[in-house]
Nanobody, 116 residues
Framework: QVQLVESGGGLVQPGGSLRLSCVASKSIFSANAVGWYRQAPGKQRELVAAFTGAGSTNYADSVKGRFSISRDNAKNTVYLQMNSLKFEDTAVYYC??????????WGQGTQVTVSS
């Protein structure tokens, strides 16, 4: 069983920054998809940012220019740097990773609250 453990969430004021981390129990170098999703109360889970095939990245339009996804394969860790946070970024953020032949896995989620 693969485990993904997120950390770094918290309470931040509008305009502030947070960096989320996701540590995997399996090498993310071999993953064919790694990314971050979020789910706000009463809304569906949505893609925030992800590494897709061939190392390319994909961002939700709402976070382009503010969020940045990165990875450290040696540490099996994926990061989400979030800058210029807005009220509407408030959500539970989930890490997701998929490996060939093993399917996809979700972390337990970390709460991000943007409030003044």
């Amino acid at each position: 069983q693969v485990q993904l453990v997120e950390s770094g969430g918290g309470l931040v004021q509008p305009g502030g920054s947070l960096r989320l981390s996701c540590v995997a129990s399996k090498s993310i170098f071999s993953a064919n998809a790694v990314g971050w999703y979020r789910q706000a109360p009463g809304k569906q889970r949505e893609l925030v940012a992800a590494f897709t095939g061939a190392g390319s990245t994909n961002y939700a339009d709402s976070v382009k220019g503010r969020f940045s996804i990165s990875r450290d394969n040696a540490k099996n860790t994926v990061y989400l740097q979030m800058n210029s946070l807005k009220f509407e970024d408030t959500a539970v953020y989930y890490c997701y990773a998929r490996w060939p032949g093993r399917g996809g896995y979700w972390g337990q989620g970390t709460q991000v609250t943007v409030s003044s």
